[in-house]
């Protein structure tokens, strides 16, 4: 049965990569990085290079009547522009992307005289019966924190840390964070051994990229066995999309990455080899 799901699960994910969005994944609400002025969450790479907090400018914070405190240092912020570019072979203009970066601070603990403007508000959720049936059957799991602002697995110490049930409008995004976290911890070495876990990786290299993909469909599948992909299935679908592009859209590496997300899920659920 499980394998039927996997099945359905990817290929509705292939049917779905043509939405894809950038390859980041913040489905809660609570703790995230955001611009203390707008309270607009911040995306991309800079979700990784900032702590959740508020964060505003220099110029920001003088204007509005606020100071940062002595010794303080910032926090970089990048983003892309374009520059337009005539090509000497050509003689033709092109737009050539040139990445820029600006300074902030943490209102909170970096300033003095400016007020928060964050809305902390939590969700009340009763946990979905399957999806923590799931999350028991992870017989040697690694141990998880849950704190708000970010998710992630640590392998060196071989923990997880995911945001809470209450910081997540949907309940089932909470299980599809946590089943991806859960995903990346089977590649530990004591575990399926998977190299995008086992070996140093830069960020956003072909490895990592990789693992991110099986993590994905992994949680994508167990969600599956859960009964809430319908929940999460455009979400895991826009993320796998933008993680593919970087691996110039070859759809055979989705297919890869399937079946070791499957021997993931597998793992997950306690299911052996033999019984698969």
């Known amino acids: 049965m499980s394998e039927k799901i996997y099945e359905m699960v990817t290929n509705r994910m292939i049917q779905l990569l043509e939405l894809g969005v950038v390859p980041w994944r913040r489905p809660w609400r609570v703790g995230a ?46 983003f892309w522009t374009w520059l337009e570019k005539e090509n000497e072979k ?6 050539i992307p040139l990445l820029r970066y600006y300074t902030v601070f943490e209102i909170n603990k970096q300033c ?9 508000q939590t969700y009340e959720h009763d946990p979905i019966e399957e999806a923590e049936r799931i999350f028991r059957l992870y017989q040697d799991a690694p141990r ?21 049930l209450r910081d997540y409008v949907n309940p089932e995004e909470y299980y599809c964070t946590l089943f ?13 051994n998977r ?21 994905e469909i992994g949680a994508a599948m167990l969600c599956g066995v ?21 691996l110039k859209s070859d759809k055979r590496i989705i297919v890869q990455a399937a079946g070791q997300a499957q021997k993931a899920a597998d793992y997950i659920l306690g299911i052996t080899f033999e019984e698969a």
């Open 180 to 192: 991806h976290e859960h995903v990346h911890s089977t590649g530990h070495r004591k575990r399926l």
């Open 112 to 120: 003095e005289g400016l007020n928060s403007k964050r809305n902390n």
């Open 90 to 95: 050509t003689g033709k203009t092109e737009n």
């Open 226 to 246: 859960a009964g809430i992909d319908n929940s999460t299935i455009d979400n895991s679908a826009a993320y796998v999309g933008g993680w593919l592009r970087k």
């Open 33 to 78: 990085a955001v611009n203390w002025k707008n309270q607009k969450s911040y995306r991309g790479i800079n979700t990784l290079l900032l702590d959740p907090g508020e964060y505003a400018t220099f110029k920001q914070i003088s204007e509005s009547g606020g100071k940062v405190k002595k010794g303080e240092k910032g926090h970089i912020v990048v």
């Open 144 to 164: 998880v924190f849950f704190e708000s602002g970010r998710a992630f697995y640590q392998p060196s110490n071989d923990i997880i840390s995911v945001p809470p």
């Open 195 to 215: 190299s995008g876990i086992t070996e140093l990786v830069a960020f956003g290299d072909e490895s990592y990229s990789k693992e991110e993909l099986i993590a």
